[in-house]
């Protein structure tokens, strides 16, 4: 018996992105799946691709579960490209009191911004951690709190 696999959304969209006129078994037979997984992705491609289109998730993740805080999140993610834009140097502890803020803006009482939330947070909009320039920048609370 062969072993279950699950496709990620980039390969999903890459399934969905293969022309209509071919039958499923022809796209599942060049792709080496069953007719059958090609046909649930298939049945589900307008789920798939409001996905790509609003990247909402990293192309590598393999289930399309958004996190408990949809109303932080977005609001974080916002704020991070645009300080990191002005090449502002972010560290996590910053990111997290920053989350903690647009909780207490939007009255959301249960979340805490620990760090597994943070670690979360990174996976789930791709973010790495990466030198911003070569002229190193000291983290400007100022701008970042803007």
Not at 34 to 52: H, Q
Request: aromatic residues 6%; charged residues 30%.
């Amino acid at each position: 018996m062969k072993k279950r696999t699950q496709f990620s959304l980039s390969e999903e969209v890459d399934i969905v992105r293969h022309p209509e006129d071919k039958m499923h078994a022809v796209v599942a037979r060049e792709l080496g799946v069953a007719r059958s997984t090609t046909a649930l992705i298939l049945k589900d491609k307008d789920k798939v691709m409001k996905c790509e289109d609003q990247s909402q998730l990293a192309p590598s993740r393999k289930q399309p579960r958004l996190g408990d805080f949809q109303l932080i999140d977005p609001a974080v993610l916002t704020w991070f490209k645009d300080v990191r834009a002005q090449n502002v140097p972010l560290p996590g502890p910053l990111i997290q009191e920053k989350a903690r803020e647009f909780a207490a803006i939007l009255i959301v009482t249960d979340f805490e911004a620990y760090s597994g939330w943070h670690h979360r947070f990174r996976q789930q909009n791709a973010i790495t951690w990466r030198t911003v320039s070569r002229k190193k920048k000291a983290a400007d609370e100022a701008a970042a709190s803007t």
